[in-house]
């Protein structure tokens, strides 16, 4: 197949790819892009560890073709940070310890956060749904749903 | 509890920011310059000569640099038990025939991914297939295919255990009871799928990035199939994405792409993809138990034999130490009269199995936890009060096998009790299902013929007073980096943010066995706790040449503070005393080693942990379906050293324990597993988890660190068994078999109903 | 008999001093000389075990320590 251009805004930043028009989103993000933050689990669609966020929707990277993500905004967890400074997810899955291996971290942290900007205040039954499509296989989930809720109410909101 | 400065508080994971910004480099991400992309052909046979591999066609395709196959190694046949040769079974790459579905045949490196993946198909094997067998009892026949030369019957190991005199235990009883179970395997299904970064040089040396549980047994391995010398070998493994018992012997993948490595002199890269992980990487090993027990009919308990076959699969892998494990904690955490296990590990041409959280104990506990309590329902007996009457304590040699140390199952029952209590009447169709467990704090058996010490560490501390900590223990995710950091700035007197952990590569770190067995806290803690201890008392020396204190005046170094025990205001900044010790060793930093391997710990482990739990599980009659609603667990692993790291373990075992008690199936067709994929095995999702309270029983075991014993395995014990309880109490029907389908529930119930309708008639 | 039993094939003596020790060590050890040794009493090892794995009791080892009771008389010293 022939090769196209593909201009892909990611976490803010423009760039301007030339690409196999097959190659899916997670392929761009790891490979072209060198973010490596976002993994790769399954060939199902079916772990969530290549969660990002296009605009404000999370979505499974492997699912998407990179094509399918010009125009738009793509954020993965390498973007929640500003200036090193981290997003109140982040600060609040240190404080839990939300994470073992850290494998699934990532699509999980991008999960979390559409979510949170979708609904600031979710129940932990919304919080359970919301992150149903991330496998975690250290966890068992409690402290990420543990995390979401101390952002929901609100404690590491910006002074 | 002790209240400590560093030890049980709440401290942020060390890899925290890493993990939650994207930074970690696992070997799944690593990248090396001149990289090659390596992909493995599989056998799609269960039982073949290997007569002929034609790879022509392959090296002609544009972008394939080079094949392997098992011509292109010395042959070896190697296995993680090295102590005992021939148990040492598997070559990997095999040159004369593959023995189950999925084995490896050739590899491939290519310039890209795809390439390499073209490349298979391109390979030509000629295979003579022979026959197969996929269970023990049709592998133990006369006519049954020999799978190893020299295993008659394809009987691979054997294991008997017996304390006591049995039959005559079974003579005082006054009811017996006898039970036949299955238990399933189970994928370890780790995050990131097995994965190897190979990069032979000129000058002879091999860098191998692997996502491994033990760094320096995988430079060991690779020694002694590659034909180097182990100082030749680099295993880097800084951040994994999941063990779980699986990522501790050779792989696919760090084999495949040394010996590609070997050939071309270029880095190759091999990940598993996720089916490949699920047909090609040792499994939880399938059991079939046979359980007679006799009690007295006040529930006294006098003798328990056990017979179970083991599905070995096609290699030995871990499985010998399974073997013996399931049999040893059958008996837990309850005292024997006369106690007989005889367990027989069979080769099948199925998928090897080998060790997997719990390591035998969780089907163990499926057999001997329900059937206790139905022994108790057939008495009329409360089951806590039973369990009660027969349990460990302080002090009880476990015959010939083990000495408890500390013990506090009994405080465990209390805590169940009262929350039963406090439950009240369930709603219909609601049940609380129990399981107690114990397990080990890693094993005693040197099987891996280690000139080492189990554990070491060496702690190198600064001008500025901050601390490089080397230990050749692995972090997998369980949070070892964390607990060891935390151990070492106890002991040394500073805080965890002086700490700097250094793990996960040969060439820098210290040997250690790694992480498996529940051992790293208890021993590699110990190890960090003499190197600290060694690194303070050389500062201390400093600081009573300069005290001037009279001699019955102890000093000590705490939260970055020297002083003298008996007047703590009085002292003065850690800081200060490192630079003079520096100094007064012409410059040179302070240097503590430490070390610890058990010594006449008995048979199995210097420690044990105890735990009870209770699960409430709603089940719906008509489909089958499962439901978890709450639990709680009561659990004594000694001093608990780093809590958020305990949470998580604890959590997180229960996730893969109920996993195995209803949710994980394994499937085999002729050999081949039915549901390689995540769409069809499932694993627990966020809103299948009930809440997993964790009351903590106060204990101190002597031996470890502190008092702390493991934690985050032994709970992969009883959730099954404890799901089956469940189910057994709400419908009276009792379950054989692990994983539970709904369809096993919905013909049980059946069963019952025309055998009550028999009945009445 | 209070003479600890001794292994009639590698002279090993039996941790307790049973003979049912003696035969636990003989199906522990399982290896060549031990199974001929076995077999050249008239017994199948492998039949033996594959008992002791699918019934009940401890007939095999029985059978197998009656068999090593009486070498015993016949040992050198």
Redesign the interface.
Known sequence: MEKQRLKLKVNGQEHELYINPKTLLVEVI?DHLG??????????V??G?CTVMIDDMAVKSCAVLAVQAEGRHVR???G??KNGK?API?KA?????S????????GM?MSCEALLEENPAPSPEE???G??G????????????RAMGAVAKGNYREE | MKKYSVINTHVHNVDGIAKVTGRAIYTFDVKLPGMLYGKILRSPHPHAKILDIDYGKALDLPGVIGVVTGKDTLGVKQGIWRRYQDLCDEQILPVDKVRYIGEPVAAVAAMTEEIAEQALDLIDVQYEVLPAVYEPLDAIKKEAPEIHEGFERNINVTRHIEWGDVEGAFDEAEYIREDWFKCGGQAHMCMETRAAVSSYTPDGKLTVYHSSQSPYYMRGLLAGVLGLKESSIRVISHYVGGGFGGKFELDGAIFCSAVLSMKLCRPVKIVFTREEDFIATKRRTPMSYYVRTGVKKDGTFCAREAKVFTNGGAYTGMGATALYLTGFFHSFPYRWKGYRYDGYRVYTNTLPSTSMRGFGAPQAMWCSEQQIEWIAADLGLDSIEMRRKNAHYSGYEVPDQASIASCGIDQCFDVVQKWIKEKGKLPENRAIGLSAAGFMSGGIFNWFDSPYSFSSAVVTINYDGTVELHVGAQDIGQGSNTTLAIICAEALGVKIEDIKVHSGDTDHCPADLGAWGSRQTLMAGNAVKMAAEDAKKQLLEVAYAQSGFNIVYDLDIKNRWVHALARPERGYDYAELVKKAIRGKDGQRIVGRGYYTPHRKGMISPAYSYMMQAVEVEIDKDTGKIKLIDSLTAHDCGQPINHLGLIGQLEGAFSMAAGYGYLEYMPYEDGKLMNPNLVDYKVMRATEMPEVPVAEIDTYEPEGPYGAKEAGEGLTNPTAAAIGNAIFHALGVQMKECPIKPEMIVNALNEKEAKEKEGKE | MSEPVKCPVCGKKAKTGSAIDCARHMFGTGDKPHRAWVEAQGLSFIDLLLEQATTPGNRSYVVLAEIIEKTQERLPE
């Open positions: 790891r973010l490596t933050g976002t993994k790769r689990g399954c060939d199902t079916s772990c560890a993965t967890a390498e929640l940070e981290l982040q899955f240190l404080d839990q310890g994470y073992q291996c850290g494998f699934c971290t990532p942290l919080i359970r749904e992150i149903e991330n496998i975690c296989r250290c966890t068992g989930y409690n402290s990420i749903v």
